[in-house]
């Protein structure tokens, strides 16, 4: 219970004290009480700091104790497997042993697959398989959703494409019949933005094969040291999936000419180019698998790829004529909702150094332009602006896929 004023025991004699005495005394009661009270807040704090540190050493004990009640566990690959249990052998040590697996657990293992085990060895998980894991990085569409009614102002380019992926997927036996082998590997080179990777997409889309895309870069820099396994993985995974069509961009990347210097990176570049060329080579392995390259860097390209029986189909994708950019305005504009004064023989004109990417962009910008205004229909003059617009961004930067000048 809190003192009530009347409770106060006064610091004067009541009686015989004068008002000026009262009052003194009172203010040196009241700085005393004052002191004391400062005193008790500081200790207030230093008890409250201190039960912070406790608290947060408590949280980093417990912390610490799961942990420790946590044992590590270890990977091994499953030798076979038996009615006794399964053989595993230890990464590492490669000791083998055998070990009792669940009933469940036996249904899902198979000989080679990866898994984790704890201290007393036994099985407690399947991990996934380091195709699967590598299988990420690499991009894999089953059905690609662009079609050739996509692609605009490549007619003799998709034409050729054709034949040499599409014929030897849908009719392998009139190659069988003639008796030629088909092409190995297509080779698309060309400008950046120009449709490249929208042929081999577009063929897959046709054939009903899976897409599996990798660029070249990836290939030396994802996984430094392990390029020419990732190329074995890559056609693994192709042909896993197939009928399918591989798409390697940048291929340059790891098939450009040998240069002078012997860095340990160039070694590594070279391997996974000798890996590519043998994957290549090995034919009947191959099984439905076709495979496309695309460049912006043809002159860089180590002659050794372009053997007879590899890329020996070199097909040029350049940026589209007047005719080609009527054509792709055209397809990029056919969900917009256009003015009636659009006329695409001018806007094929204007844009002289366009490629199909550079002309995607202006039809967005355009449609921008529009919605800044406060408009539904985009007109003319918005796709004037904004080439306009993308024309001086372009000037202020190195990036030559809006490359105009
Ligand atoms: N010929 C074309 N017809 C219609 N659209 C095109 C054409 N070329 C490019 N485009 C547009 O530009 C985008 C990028 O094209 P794509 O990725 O096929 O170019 P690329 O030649 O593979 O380029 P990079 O060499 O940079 O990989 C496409 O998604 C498409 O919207």
Redesign the pocket.
Known sequence: MTDTVEDVEMPYDEGAASRQEKIESLQEELDVLESQNEEMRDKLLDANAENNKYQQKLERLTHENKKLKQSPLFVATVQEVTPDGAVIKQHGNNQEALTEVTAEMREKLDPDDRVAVNNSLSVVKKLEKETDVRARVMQVEHSPDVTYA?????EDQMQEVRETVEMPLEHPDMFEDVGITPPSGVLLY?P???????LAKAVANETDATFIKMAGSELVHKFIGEGAKLVRDLFEVARDNQPAVLFI?EIDAIASKRTDSKTSGDAEVQRTMMQLLSEMDGFDERGEVRIIA?T?RFDMLDPAILRPGRFDRLIE?PK?NTE?REI?FQ??TRKMNLAGDIDFDELAEMSPDA???D??AICTEAGMFAIRDDRTEVTLQDFLEAHEKLQQDDDGSADD?LAFA
Request: charged content about 15%; cysteine-free; glycine content about 24%.
């Open positions: 996509d692609i605009g102002g490549l060309g950046p933005g120009t449709g490249k990777t929208m961009d695309a912006n994708v589209p080609g792709i397809i990029h490629s199909g990417a002309i995607k896929s």
